[in-house]
């Protein structure tokens, strides 16, 4: 199965007060994160991280991201330094991918776009960065841990997410 997810900022300090998560402290935060990745993720998945995925040394980093499930891939974000991007344990890393999923074209990339490749073919753009503070466009979607319930999704549940917002509106 295919999974996407983004800023999880594992180990920076800021997202309990920027993003206001819900969590007593930092290493709390971490091992939730954690624990709703391998949940969520077998050893045989893959995710694509679409960036800002965590800060400290890369000793550090290198730990959090072997005790995740999966083949991993970075779409790297402004929050991801050299030494997270030169990690082993990514199975790619890039600025922006095109894939296929489930004969749906996917656009990935750290940052929301206002317009994309495919577009106008029904072409979705998967992103981050935003923290679930940016109105979507049609076929948009923010898959960070802030949209989300602290886990990777599928695109499967990242598409129904916005029919239920509909729905919910709709029977208002």
Known sequence: MIF??????FNDPRVLRLDRRPFADLAA???ALVAGWNAAVAPSDTVWHLGDFARGTPAEVD???VRLNGTKHLIAGNNDDEATRSLAGWASISDYSEIEVDGRRLILCHYAFRTWNGMGRGAIDLHGHSHGRLKPMTRQYDVGVDAFPFRPVALDEILRSRARSRKALANG
Do not use: G, K, N, R
């Open 4 to 9: 996407f997810t983004a800023d999880t900022h």
């Open 29 to 31: 935060h971490d091992e």
């Open 63 to 65: 730990v959090l991201l």
